[in-house]
T-cell receptor, first 113, second 114 residues
Framework: GAGVSQSPRYKVAKRGQDVALRCDPI?????LFWYQQALGQGPEFLTY????????KSGLPSDRFFAERPEGSVSTLKIQRTQQEDSAVYLC???????????FGQGTRLTVV | GQQLNQSPQSMFIQEGEDVSMNCTSS?????WLWYKQDPGEGPVLLIA?????ELTSNGRLTAQFGITRKDSFLNISASIPSDVGIYFC????FGSGNTGKLIFGQGTTLQVKP
């Protein structure tokens, strides 16, 4: 596609519910990143894929967070047993190479009530 | 830990004015990036800087990579209403090499009065 596409754009989850957030990167982009952006803050790194390999998941805040990219294209970020502190915008970014300067999607705004 | 500090936190200016914002760090960066984020959108890359002392322009935007490699600034000349948004500086997370993993500042919010 023309850009990084994320779905859904908005998600309201009841506390304790599991959610799955989808990212369609730009076609052919090797690197894929997930970031979490709290209200009024800059994005914070969660995890990084190179093709289908998850090379770094050091930013995931707890073991309730899980990300996958099984075929090296679409990625899913799953959050189990959501908590109120998980409320944030989740941004996906992709880049053609490993150099900095990735293209970001519009994000998914998750609200846990 | 690694941190990027942006100032000012917010700016409210008149259309046509020039704007200057900066980003500082206690650690050295090899790359500086400037992004703009509009409400409800993801960040969009404005300028990338790869070399100490480098001065790069993109239309009315000019950014410089500080000589100490611990700071960068972004200037916007002759501001227009569509410049409204949040401006973020970013750089590679320490020890991440060229993976593209980024640390972001907390942002400078720009508002332009017509």
């Amino acid at each position: 596609g023309a850009g990084v596409s994320q779905s859904p754009r908005y998600k309201v989850a009841k506390r304790g519910q599991d959610v799955a957030l989808r990212c369609d990167p730009i076609s052919g982009h090797v690197s894929l990143f997930w970031y979490q952006q709290a209200l009024g803050q800059g994005p914070e790194f969660l995890t990084y894929f190179q093709n289908e390999a998850q090379l770094d998941k050091s930013g995931l805040p707890s073991d309730r967070f899980f990300a996958e990219r099984p075929e090296g294209s679409v990625s899913t970020l799953k959050i189990q047993r959501t908590q109120q502190e998980d409320s944030a915008v989740y941004l996906c970014a992709s880049s053609l190479t490993t150099m900095a300067g990735a293209f970001f999607g519009q994000g998914t705004r998750l609200t846990v009530v | 830990g690694q941190q990027l500090n942006q100032s000012p936190q917010s700016m409210f200016i008149q259309e046509g004015e020039d704007v200057s914002m900066n980003c500082t760090s206690s650690s050295i960066f090899n790359t500086w990036l400037w992004y703009k984020q509009d409400p409800g959108e993801g960040p969009v890359l404005l300028i990338a800087l790869y070399k100490a002392g480098e001065l790069t322009s993109n239309g009315r935007l000019t950014a410089q990579f500080g000589i100490t490699r611990k700071d960068s600034f972004l200037n916007i000349s002759a501001s227009i209403p569509s410049d409204v948004g949040i401006y973020f500086c970013a750089g590679p997370i320490f020890g991440s090499g060229n993976t593209g993993k980024l640390i972001f500042g907390q942002g400078t919010t720009l508002q332009v009065k017509p």
